[in-house]
């Protein structure tokens, strides 16, 4: 897979000292009680709902005095000098901030504070973003290597407390970099995010028909109860996928011709009707963060289709 081969562009690139597997954490500017929600919106705006681009830093920051010589940072520095000026990784991240104290936990968030807050502010890298989708890339080539200089210039050599924009012409200069998914560890985070949200929505029954019919084999394993919520949240992400589809102008079925639009006369029957929403990653819901990406709209006969190779797939040894 290219990065050309990502659902949405890469947007923006962030400058790590090390790579983000988890969290990319950003260090509010200023004292004030609005500065971490000032800082997380503006990395939410200059994400625009993409792909970050992870960049490895030429330098390394200085530990508070007591921790220059602590296991943990001659692991990272180390960990670093091999990857500088590197692209890693991209990612996706979770569109709401939470403090970062409850993406990594209290231990490892005093950890970090006592390692690399500058004077006992306990506020390094607070403004955190779950990282619930993430793929290396392949061969970690140099930055430099891959930008012309002047674009490297322009995204890299700026202070930036927050993220560095790509426009079109950036995106060019990586659209041919191969990648690999990788798991995401806190993608239950966004996860169980959605759950709440879908418990609380008006859901189609007969998108959650639908739905459960793709997902009951996959969902194996599962307690009853929580079948239901991600059902539910599979469901919430369905009726989203046909709202934006009726949006664009574009409901036809992805796997056949048929497009109720240039029948003659429909005799009252709605173009909704017509069709399924079909997710197309049923092994992937509740263990990977899913998306409007993973759902197709079917006619109901592709749909059959479409489950009958389901069922072939899941019985071959």
Known sequence: MLIRDLPRPVTASKADWIPGTTWLGFTP??????????????????????????????????????FKNHPDVIRERERHEQLRDRLVAVHRLRHSMRPLEQVIGKDEFERVQDIWAADSS??????????????????????????????????????????????DDARTFIAGLEIRRQDAPNAWIAIEDEIVIAEASELSAKDFKAISSDLDRALEGHTEERKSKIKKRATWLANKFYVSRRTAGSL??????????????????????????????????????TTLEDFALLCATCHRLEHLRLKKSIARP
Not at 35 to 55: D, F, H, I, K
Not at 269 to 276: E, L, M, T
Request: glycine share 8%.
């Open 122 to 167: 306990r506020r390094r890298w607070s403004v955190a973003f779950p990282i619930v989708e993430t793929y290396d890339i392949v061969g970690q080539p140099r930055a430099r290597d891959v930008f012309p200089p002047e674009v490297f210039r322009r995204i890299y050599q700026t202070q930036s407390a927050t993220l560095r924009l790509l426009d």
């Open 252 to 289: 036809s079925c992805d796997k056949c011709p048929f497009d109720p639009r240039t029948l003659p006369d429909m005799g009252g029957i709605s173009v909704r009707s017509c069709f399924d929403v079909h997710h197309m990653n049923p092994l992937s819901e509740g263990v990977r963060y």
């Open 29 to 66: 500017q200023g004292e004030g009680p609005n500065a971490p929600a000032q800082c997380a919106s503006t990395v939410l705006r200059q994400a625009g709902g993409g792909y970050v681009l992870e960049r490895i830093t030429t330098s390394f920051g200085e530990p508070n005095e007591a």
